[in-house]
């Protein structure tokens, strides 16, 4: 399978403990994207690689999140002290640089669910 | 700010009717590009189809067919004689320029329900 791997596929964690969400791209996309999707909702962006840069972060990533993409190849992307409000399903995508526009693939995504 | 509305939640049809779903975007960028994927239970949204701003020609593939227009800053998508497992959520996205790249905005989605 050469599409984008998100694991695990769902998690089910207590309020207030860490957890980590791991994301491997497609081999040859040089930028990898986290989205947030709530119900019924569309997803929402909420950060940015560039091989192993992050480059962007939007407002939504709470000093609670962080992601790192070590060698620009998987991400990580880690929540701390979870809250009920975190519960959502975590996207991540890869794209090519160019050509600008560039489509987005999707992983099937990890379901979050704090209780 | 970047906004993608699609108006329809939730569509219900009968197999082989014709289906369409609107999206109408709102944008400050002369150059950008629009987006439709799928979302089938899974999970996993599923990329159907890019269209450039400079392009307006519309697009037909298989059943499915865009018609992109400027005037009206409208993209929608078109299930010619729709199948059960056209059921799916189905959401526009838009293009949206960062400093360091683009990222997309999406649309709530529309719920698309195909009953045999």
């Known amino acids: 399978d050469t599409g984008v791997s998100q694991n695990p596929r769902h998690k089910i964690t207590k309020r207030g403990q860490n957890v980590t969400f791991r994301c491997d791209p497609i081999?040859?996309?040089?930028?990898l994207y986290w989205y947030r999707q709530t119900l019924g909702q569309g997803p929402e962006f909420l950060t940015y690689?560039?091989?192993?840069?992050?480059?962007?972060k939007s407002r939504l990533l709470s000093d609670r999140f962080s992601a790192e993409r070590p060698k620009g190849s998987f991400s990580t992307l880690e929540i701390q002290r979870t809250e009920q409000g975190d519960s959502a399903m975590y996207l991540c995508?890869?794209?090519?640089?160019?050509?600008?526009?560039?489509?987005?693939?999707f992983g099937q995504g990890t379901r979050l669910t704090v209780v | 700010a970047q906004k993608v509305t699609q108006a329809q939640t939730e569509i219900s049809v009968v197999e082989k009717e014709d289906v369409t779903l609107d999206c109408v975007y709102e944008t400050r960028d002369t150059t950008y590009y629009l987006f439709w994927y799928k979302q089938p239970p899974s999970g996993e949204l599923v990329f159907l189809i890019r269209r450039n701003s400079f392009d307006e020609q519309n697009e037909i593939s298989g059943r499915y067919s865009w018609n992109f227009q400027k005037s009206t800053s409208s993209f929608n998508f078109t299930i010619t004689a729709s199948q059960v497992v056209d059921s799916a959520v189905y959401f526009c996205?838009?293009?949206?320029?960062?400093?360091?790249?683009?990222?997309?905005?999406f649309g709530a989605g529309t719920i698309l329900r195909v009953k045999s």
């Open positions: 996205a838009l293009s949206e320029e960062m400093e360091y790249g683009n990222k997309l905005v």
């Open positions: 995508a890869s794209s090519l640089g160019l050509p600008r526009g560039a489509e987005a693939f």
């Open positions: 690689f560039q091989n192993e840069a992050q480059l962007e």
């Open positions: 081999s040859e996309h040089n930028r």
